[in-house]
């Protein structure tokens, strides 16, 4: 099956500043890769998602950015808010059944 | 927006016990997904269903069962409870006539077996 790497596991920043999370995965049939936040208690919410036949989507300070060669797909986050702590996970969708295959997460910590 | 809604939030358990964890998918999803998220870890695919039908089953154990209703909300079924399947259980949903891509996810069922 697909396997997902992501790193850092943790990651601190000064607001203001910019995040990135970067993520690969091993299944060149992988055609779909959602990002989803998940803060303590609460499920995992949808927050960007990028398909196998785009590079680059950006939504405000959100962007996502596939290579599909190099198999790396990767979050940036700019002009970071204390609001934006929390868990981020990336997946790969890896068959026409959609199971997700998740990433082991990093915690964002945004300092004021 | 309508989201995804799961009950109980809560359910503690003793060993041996029997638990039943429902989702209600998003209007017109057609699609539900259920995952268990250890401590710390990333959400587990356990299994899914399309209309009504089982169309993907991941690391799920024997002991636990799962159907979609003609109404398309789920149910999941756990037997014989061990200490090692107290987690979170989360539902997704997504409608395969948008190819499918998007799940959204529920709140989570926190389950604790002891």
């Known amino acids: 099956g697909e396997n997902v790497e992501q790193h850092p596991s943790t990651l601190s920043v000064q607001e203001g500043d910019s995040a990135v999370i970067k993520c690969t995965y091993s299944d060149s049939a992988s055609n779909y890769f959602p990002w989803y936040k998940q803060e303590l208690g609460k499920g995992p919410q949808l927050i960007i998602d990028i398909r196998s036949n785009v590079g680059e989507k950006k939504d405000q300070r959100i962007a996502v950015t596939l290579n599909k060669t190099a198999k790396h797909f990767s979050l940036h986050i700019t002009e970071t808010q204390p609001e934006d702590s929390a868990v981020y996970f990336c997946a790969a969708r890896g068959s026409t059944l959609g199971r997700l295959y998740f990433g082991r997460g990093t915690q964002l910590t945004v300092w004021p | 927006a309508a989201g995804v809604i799961q009950s109980p939030r809560h359910l503690i358990k003793e060993k041996r016990e029997t638990a039943t964890l429902k989702c209600y998918p998003i209007p017109r999803h057609d699609t539900v997904y259920w995952y268990q998220q250890g401590p710390g870890q990333d959400p587990q695919f356990l299994i899914s269903f399309y209309e009504k039908m089982q169309s993907d089953k991941g690391s799920i154990p024997d002991r636990f069962s799962a159907q979609q209703f003609s109404d398309y909300h789920s149910e999941l079924n756990m037997s014989s409870l061990e200490l090692g399947d107290s987690a979170l259980y989360f539902c997704?949903?997504?409608?395969?006539?948008?190819?499918?891509?998007?799940?959204?996810f529920g709140p989570g069922t926190r389950l604790t077996v002891t």
């Open positions: 997704a949903s997504s409608k395969m006539g948008d190819s499918g891509y998007e799940q959204y």
